[in-house]
């Protein structure tokens, strides 16, 4: 059973940074792909990033330039750099691991809150 749990989120300026972290419990976070959702108020959840065994990554188009994902095998996280931030960045944030994007089974955190006021 693999277990995430986030952190690193808060209330930021626009133009400002933050760095979310989800630690991975019960298994390697290299061994899967790792990914980074955001659901905002009323909103559909939607993928911000993933990385692929700690390969390749992939970066939503209203997020690239400004915000990079990373996996760190010594402390089995992955994080999000965020970068640029803006209103529309506010959401939850929620880490999720699977094996495959075929698997069926997905093991999510319980996500993290970004808010980007002035």
């Known amino acids: 059973q693999v277990h995430l749990v986030e952190s690193g989120g808060g209330l930021v300026q626009p133009g400002g940074s933050l760095r979310l972290s989800c630690a991975v419990s019960?298994?390697?976070?290299?061994?899967?792909?790792m990914a980074w959702y955001r659901q905002a108020p009323g909103k559909v959840r939607e993928l911000v990033a993933d990385?692929?065994?700690?390969?390749?990554?992939n970066i939503r188009d209203s997020v690239k330039g400004r915000f990079t994902i990373s996996t760190d095998s010594a402390t089995n996280t992955v994080s999000l750099h965020m970068d640029g931030l803006q209103a529309e960045d506010t959401a939850v944030y929620l880490c999720?691991?699977?094996?495959?994007?075929?698997?069926?089974?997905?093991?999510w955190g319980q996500g993290t809150q970004v808010t980007v006021t002035s």
């Open positions: 019960g298994s390697a976070v290299n061994d899967y792909i």
């Open positions: 990385i692929i065994n700690g390969g390749h990554s």
């Open positions: 999720d691991a699977k094996k495959s994007y075929f698997s069926a089974n997905d093991y």
